[in-house]
């Protein structure tokens, strides 16, 4: 049970301390996993530690050396479960730490608003303030001076109650997770499907936030290790939740555009404006165009969604892009590189991973076709570095990473933008928002997913799967 006292003056350095030894134990788990099935399993069904099995190559055949594959197997698989297991605990234990410090912080913060008043607070919750002086009972101004305090006093005394519920609700729910923990749900000689059930415990421990900005903060928040096991745990449900993104960028349209939507209605020039333009997309003067004329084809759509666009044509059509994405990783890489090392070095030596992002920079496509489709845009680079030892105990880094892409699909007063020979003005293009005719709208891009070795200089990186 959580109580004021309690909430208070609590440490949660030891929640800290057991969460990094339960991932250390989840780590070494799955280290203890790999080799079990490289020296162990592969040799005694024909291969090698690095080679499959072969046919007609088991070098030991018979019922007990199917027995003993078979036992070796269910005490491997019973391992691999062991580590989601564990890395569960440890995100449990995480998850306590984050709810527990953000709680008490908000009851200090509160406790010291009362005291400010010149109230004292008791560790049981019971905030008083002080009786008038005897010369001061009978003064109009004094008493209604109290009378504010205490009221003020009360919103501060809320703020401890909801510290308080916050904290308590975050026991029970910590305390729920680790009660799920059942090791005979993930026991693969009981249940065959044990380790799905066991990554199953771990997808509820972790309480990955549904919220995108939530979601970046939990990510940015996690201790690097228990960060890399939840990482090579389910490294595809993560990346789909966007973790390779910026955690510390967050993209704003640096113009206002036309400004605000539908504000009159329009007119028969707006009307032909817009036949002019539907009909540059459909064949006309966007012909040979094709980026340029989807993007305005959604521009008169309306609706004013973001549209998503994969990055990779960009990279591939606009040499000038391509080079502007290659500096900006070569000018970061050795940084991230150092940072994962120290981690590694800190961690005591179990794998680690860290959210890296570039600094943000901004051009124009040189490209016609993407010129005309975005023009200027700011892009980075972002994902996430991993330190693990490899065979010498020395750590092996990788990279993980996207190349990001914003614009914001506008038109700005002032400006033309030529198309085969004709010239369209911003003004023109305005006119569409500010009637309800078109809409402007954010442009979001990525890659797919790339990693590269960065102890491998040599190495350009390739698109993961």
């Known amino acids: 049970m959580v109580t004021f006292a309690l909430l208070r003056h609590a440490s949660f350095a030891s929640l800290d301390q057991a969460g990094g030894t339960w991932t250390g134990v989840s780590g070494h788990m799955e280290h203890l996993t790999g080799q079990m099935r490289s020296g162990v399993l592969r040799p005694l069904s024909g291969g090698g530690p690095y080679t499959a099995p072969a046919a007609g190559s088991r070098p030991w055949t018979g019922a007990a050396a199917d027995e003993a594959v078979r036992e070796i197997g269910l005490l491997t698989d019973e391992l691999h479960a062991f580590h989601y297991e564990a890395l569960a605990v ?16 908000k009851l200090l913060r509160a406790i010291g608003d009362a005291e400010a008043l010149g109230a004292t607070v008791s560790d049981d919750g019971t905030a008083t303030l002080p009786d008038l002086p005897p010369e001061e009972r009978n003064d109009p101004e004094a008493i209604a001076y109290q009378k504010r305090k205490w009221d003020e006093l009360q919103h501060h ?4 109650t909801a510290a308080l519920t916050a904290a308590t609700e975050a026991d029970n729910a910590v305390a729920a997770a680790l009660r799920a923990l059942n090791p005979e749900d993930v026991d693969p000689a009981a249940h065959p ?13 972790m309480a990955m936030p549904t919220d995108p900005k939530a979601r970046k903060e939990w990510w940015a928040a996690l201790d690097p290790a228990l960060r890399a096991g939840l990482l090579a745990a389910d490294a595809d449900k993560l990346i789909k939740a966007g973790i390779l993104g910026p955690t510390d960028y ?7 555009g036309a400004g605000p939507w539908g504000v009159r209605e329009p007119g028969i020039a707006d009307q032909m404006m817009r036949v002019k333009v539907a009909a540059m997309v459909g064949g006309g003067a966007l012909a040979g165009y094709p980026a340029a004329a989807r993007n305005m084809a959604h521009y008169l759509d309306g609706d004013g969604k973001p549209l998503n666009l994969a990055v990779e044509p960009m990279l591939r059509e606009d040499a000038d892009f391509q080079a502007s994405a290659a500096a900006q ?21 179990v794998p680690v991973s860290i959210p890296v992002e570039s600094p943000v920079g901004s051009r124009k496509f040189e490209n016609l076709n993407w010129y005309r489709a975005i023009g200027g845009h700011q892009y980075l680079t972002s994902g996430v570095v991993t330190a693990i030892p490899g065979p010498d105990g020395k750590p092996q880094v990788s990279l993980q990473y996207q190349v990001n892409v914003w614009d914001r699909y506008n038109w700005d007063e002032g400006k033309s ?3 085969a020979g004709t010239s369209v003005t911003d003004h023109d293009m305005a006119t569409l928002h500010q009637t309800g005719l078109a809409q402007e709208f954010d442009i979001v891009g990525t890659t797919k997913p790339i990693t590269i070795q960065l102890d491998d200089p040599t190495n350009p990186g390739r698109p993961t799967q």
């Open 90 to 105: 440890a995100a449990a234990l995480h998850r306590a730490r984050k709810a527990f410090t953000e709680a008490q912080q």
């Open 157 to 160: 005394v809320r703020d401890m």
């Open 193 to 205: 499907d044990g380790a799905a059930n066991a990554l199953s415990d771990l997808e509820g421990a």
């Open 250 to 256: 967050e993209w704003s349209s640096p113009d206002k």
């Open 329 to 349: 990783l070569a000018a970061n890489k050795d940084k991230w590189r150092q940072a994962a090392v120290e981690a590694f070095e800190k961690s005591g030596g």
């Open 417 to 419: 933008t030529p198309i």
